[in-house]
């Protein structure tokens, strides 16, 4: 069955970098866009990032634009989010997602298939 799952989260000092991976099984990643998504405690999941079919179109919640990375290597089935100069507000757990089609690529509500999450706390 279809399959999502993040990696490379942890605990990081304010200013450092992560790098997550979401690696894709039960199908072929280039046929969908790919959105990153994070939910704090006591907050609705927001959208991050996402990356199109192509690779070529990347959105960017402002809050990270400048900071944070999305690519995609098809080869691999993989999307990464190269998370940098990272703050404490951006503790969460972070979810990737896909979707066959989608119109505003930062909304929760357009995908279908979700990974289970990936922790990443900010803090000295």
């Known amino acids: 069955q279809l399959q999502l799952v993040e990696s490379g989260g942890g605990l990081v000092q304010p200013g450092g970098s992560l790098r997550l991976s979401c690696a894709a099984s039960?199908?072929?990643?280039?046929?969908?866009?790919i959105g990153w998504f994070r939910q704090a405690p006591g907050k609705e999941r927001e959208g991050v990032s996402c990356?199109?079919?192509?690779?070529?179109?990347?959105n960017y919640a402002d809050s990270v634009k400048g900071r944070f990375t999305i690519s995609r290597d098809d080869a691999k089935n993989t999307v990464y989010l190269q998370m940098n100069s990272l703050k404490p507000e951006d503790t969460a757990v972070y979810y990737c997602?896909?979707?066959?089609?989608?119109?505003?690529?930062?909304?929760?509500?357009?995908?279908?298939?979700w990974g289970q999450g990936t922790q990443v706390t900010v803090s000295s």
């Open positions: 997602a896909a979707t066959g089609l989608s119109f505003q690529c930062l909304r929760v509500a357009e995908y279908d298939y």
């Open positions: 990356i199109s079919r192509s690779g070529i179109s990347t």
């Open positions: 039960g199908f072929t990643l280039d046929y969908y866009a």
